[in-house]
């Protein structure tokens, strides 16, 4: 069996006096879906696509927030479902306000990195950690 893969984003931003980061995530939608852990912005690659270019699109798709200059950052391999997420890390623009874009998602929202830890898949954390640390070394160059 193939291993299916997708593309997402993990886009970051900075709030107040403390300067705390905040992720953009989203949950999906559907009854069934009522207790599912939240996710980065994420999906399928159209044939010929690459994955940097899915992960943009399947942001602007599900969130409304179109994503600038993205880092890549790595993948996870989900535990269960062997599915492979593909990741790439940037700020969310200044003016980012994200929606419900899809019907995929029923929220989509930034949220505090310390909140996000709690509410994400717990496969996709590390991806949290990762995006953090490339866009700080980022800044630091």
Known sequence: MARKESAGTVLVRHVGATRELEILLVHPSGAYNRRAPWS???????????????????????????????????FVDYTKSRKRVHAFAGLAPP??????????????????????????????????GRAAAALLRRVGE
């Open 40 to 74: 980065i912005p994420k999906g399928l690659p159209d044939d010929g696509e690459t994955l940097r270019d899915a992960a943009r699109r399947e942001t602007r798709e599900e969130t409304g927030v179109v994503a600038g200059e993205l880092i890549e950052i790595g």
């Open 95 to 128: 003016e980012a306000a994200p929606t419900c874009a899809s019907w995929e998602v029923d929220r989509a929202q930034f949220v505090r990195m310390s909140r996000a830890l709690e509410l994400v898949h717990p496969d996709q954390r590390a991806l949290l």
